[in-house]
């Protein structure tokens, strides 16, 4: 780790002892999220990591966003996923938007003041993400939305949207993307989800009914918008690999920790093989996860498009965050599996990292579709 990266993990670390830690557990059972948090993440550079410096953000760099949110999600998985999101829209933004797009919402979104939403996802298009079904009807110089988003990260906090909606013929080719501002005429907010995890996080539906929003809101043009989501995704993958090495780093040295003081047959449970056997694995797939996480991202930095790296990034890490989880709440026993220790929030929010992003199956059709480009030459 270079000394740059050095600093920024300790920065992150000191931060979430200081600031996150002490609220954490309450804040989880009362599903509240902390504004000031986020913004504190903000003031530490961390938001506008690889986004230009004139703009807000502290220049390229996905490898350090990718230290600096495994540090982050040893505390807090919906913190850091909120980070990774809103990081993504400001991506698009800056490759697909115009300058004047730019302008206006990078630099609260690169400063930490405001947070971004991704919204792709409908009720008929999870995995499928091509058959999306909002629609946006072209009106003079605006267009007209209407349709519903679900499974939103961080909707109703945020205050810019880039979405995802139809303008044409079926299949990907008529899905264009839109920036959406909060409190737009016509758009409005569904239920808030109770969740398994990431409590902290606020999942909502996004609705739209005749929701009219000028041209200037398209992102590149009519057509783009699968192409702008799919690009969104591929950097996205490497960025939950990355929470999810730190969910299970944070898990994994709890799960030591315990075995080295708790005793059984006059005797510490580290002792036993069994143990043993259990924390082997548990390190060696850490590794090996974090490992692939940290060349997706250096491969991405070089301007490398790797699909088959970032889905294999994803999947092992997120498989491995479960796997660990559940091996850590083991070794603790019952006390493991009550809200005494943190383990049982570990392993729920473990859970739903093997989903976002495109489930650990569309990862792997993913990378059996870059097989049969690389081996089938007919």
């Known amino acids: 780790m270079s000394d740059i990266k050095e600093e920024l993990v300790s920065e992150v670390r000191k931060f979430c002892q200081k600031k996150i830690e002490p609220v954490l557990e309450k804040d989880d059972h009362d599903e509240k999220f902390r504004l000031e948090i986020f913004q504190g993440l903000g003031e530490l550079g961390l938001a506008g990591i690889g986004l230009p410096e004139k703009l807000g953000g502290s220049g390229p760099g996905l490898s350090n966003f990718v230290f600096a949110l495994e540090e982050l999600a040893k505390s807090s998985v919906s913190y850091a996923v909120t980070l990774s999101v809103s990081n993504m829209v400001q991506n698009i933004i800056n490759e697909f938007g115009n300058n004047e797009q730019k302008e206006k919402y990078l630099p609260p979104l690169t400063s930490g003041k405001n947070i971004a939403s991704f919204a792709l996802t409908e009720p008929g298009a999870g995995s499928d993400a091509a058959n999306l079904n909002l629609k946006a009807q072209r009106k003079n110089k605006s267009y007209n939305l209407n349709g519903t988003k ?30 959406v501002e909060d409190g737009h005429p016509g758009f409005t907010y569904g239920k808030m989800e109770k969740k398994m995890g990431w409590k902290i996080s606020p999942t909502r539906e996004l609705i739209f009914e005749n929701c009219e929003i000028s041209e200037s809101s398209l992102l590149s043009q009519e057509g783009d918008g699968f192409k702008i989501a799919m690009s969104a995704l591929n950097k996205g993958r490497i960025t939950i690999g990355a929470i999810a090495v730190g969910l299970a780093q944070r898990a994994f040295e709890e799960a030591v920790k315990f075995s080295l003081i708790r005793k059984q047959f006059k005797k510490n449970i580290f002792d036993f093989q069994g143990i043993q056997f259990m924390l082997a694995d548990m390190q060696s797939e ?70 976002v992003e495109g489930t650990n199956q569309i990862q792997k059709v993913i990378i059996a579709k870059n097989l049969r480009k690389d081996f089938c030459h007919d």
């Open 150 to 179: 679900n499974f939103i990260t961080s909707a109703g906090l945020s205050k810019t949207y880039v979405v995802m909606a139809r303008t044409s013929e079926e299949g990907a080719k008529g899905i264009s993307s839109f920036i």
């Open 286 to 355: 850490i590794l090996a996860s974090r490992h692939l996480v940290y060349a997706a991202a250096n491969e991405y930095d070089q301007k490398k498009i790797n699909t088959t790296l970032s889905a294999a990034c994803k999947m092992k890490a997120t498989d491995t965050a479960m796997k660990v989880t559940t091996d850590a709440l083991q070794i603790f026993g019952g006390v493991g599996y009550t809200a005494e220790y943190p383990m049982e929030r570990f392993m729920r929010d473990a859970k739903a990292l093997q989903i």
